[in-house]
């Protein structure tokens, strides 16, 4: 969203009544009642890289080795049984990375690791015309949507009419094989070098930045944070299949399409839940939620807290989620109706984290959307 739009936003909500704070505008230190100071922010930016980013990006690295050496097994020779191995390895690795996906900032932001890790729907054509010609370049942009994990989904599932084709199709194709074990080890690659930089020298970084100016640290992790949500979840994951943006719904556009069953369900909730145990953190301990508190940030209507309302909006949002399983294609394509209303829950959620949280905290939202939030 553009921030003329955003300003403008602010100054409605503020002046119908909204969400108030106990300061505007947060400049260094401070100690009186109810309010915050760099050394607040520092306790907050230090909780989320040894409790959360570092242990997440450990979590999921150890499923993306054993990703990387059922793939190894099943490339040096393929079997029925080495693809249900390495399909379970390819799953549990997805479910994983929705619990780092969220943190594209600083060293992930870099290397855009979320689009080379989970940008679909896959480019199909693009991978059997790759695979054709054994040449390809994954760090080209027109690359992107042909690796990560949905690639490995259309490679691992969609390939063939069925797994005894599948399996064929690699005892039959080197560059098949070869085009497999690319994709996973572009993966882990790109994996080590976030994770050097995280264990290394952007972890004192990024804990030592702690005003609220656009490229703080601050900023960066709430950006990261509202755009997770907004984009890849509320709209990648249910409202894009859903076709809110359309009217028609799309089930192709859906992420894990080509194994379906209950893995895209899985995926959307276990992302909700991070996003829920980003924003809480864990009892006593600097979180999100706390630092709201700090601020005193209150809805002026009722007087409720505004992590109150954030997190009641969140519980909302996760029952509504869980309506659409167990099969979220057959959601999709039979009750569309009910995932857009599973997207206008998360939409309210979007309006708090956006608007009122980022108000409350002096942070400007700096990445653009097209819903006119």
């Known amino acids: ?29 401070e100690s009186s009642a109810g309010g915050t100071s760099d050394l607040d922010r520092k306790a907050l930016l230090t909780q989320w890289a040894d409790t959360l980013v570092i242990p997440a990006y450990k979590g999921f690295g150890s499923k993306l080795t054993a990703l990387k050496g059922q793939t190894t097994a099943f490339t040096a020779a393929p079997t029925a049984s080495g693809l249900q191995a390495l399909r379970q390895s390819w799953r549990e690795a997805y479910v994983e990375w929705q619990r780092a996906e969220a943190f594209e900032f600083g060293p992930a932001a870099s290397v855009s690791l979320a689009n080379r890790f989970n940008i679909y729907p896959t480019d199909a054509a693009g991978i059997r015309q790759n695979i054709a010609s054994g040449s390809y370049n994954f760090e080209l942009a027109t690359a992107v949507p042909q690796q990560g994990f949905p690639a490995l989904d259309f490679l691992l599932n969609g390939i063939a009419a069925d797994d ?9 194709s080197a560059n098949q094989r070869r085009y497999l074990s690319d994709v996973v080890n572009t993966m882990d690659q790109l994996l080590a070098g ?16 702690t005003g609220t100016s656009a490229g703080s640290s601050l900023s960066l992790l709430v950006n990261a944070y509202a755009r997770y949500y907004e984009q890849a979840l509320r709209s990648g994951k249910i409202g894009i299949p859903a076709g809110v943006m359309t009217g028609a719904a799309a089930p192709n556009k859906m992420e894990a399409y080509y194994h379906r069953g209950a893995l ?19 009892a006593g301990q600097p979180s999100l939620k706390s630092y709201v508190d700090a601020l005193g940030a209150k809805d002026t209507r009722t007087g409720e807290p505004l992590s109150q309302l954030i997190s009641a909006q969140f519980d909302v949002s996760a029952r509504q989620l869980a309506s659409l399983g167990p099969d979220l294609h057959t959601t999709f394509q039979t009750r569309p109706a009910d995932a857009v209303l599973s997207y206008n829950e998360m939409q309210k959620a979007v309006r ?7 108000s409350a905290m002096s942070v400007s939202i700096t990445y653009i959307d097209n819903d006119g939030d």
């Open 164 to 172: 005894n084709a599948i399996v064929q199709s690699y005892v039959a």
């Open 194 to 209: 976030v994770q050097a930089q995280w264990n290394g020298p952007y972890r004192a970084t990024f804990i030592g930045s």
């Open 1 to 29: 969203m553009r921030k003329s739009i955003l300003l403008f936003s602010l100054s409605v909500v503020l002046a119908a009544g909204g969400v108030s704070s106990c300061k505007d505008v947060i400049e260094g230190p």
């Open 264 to 282: 895209p369900l899985q995926l959307a909730q276990v992302a909700h839940a991070t996003v829920q145990r980003l924003f809480s953190g864990r």
């Open 352 to 358: 708090l984290l956006k608007v009122d949280m980022t």
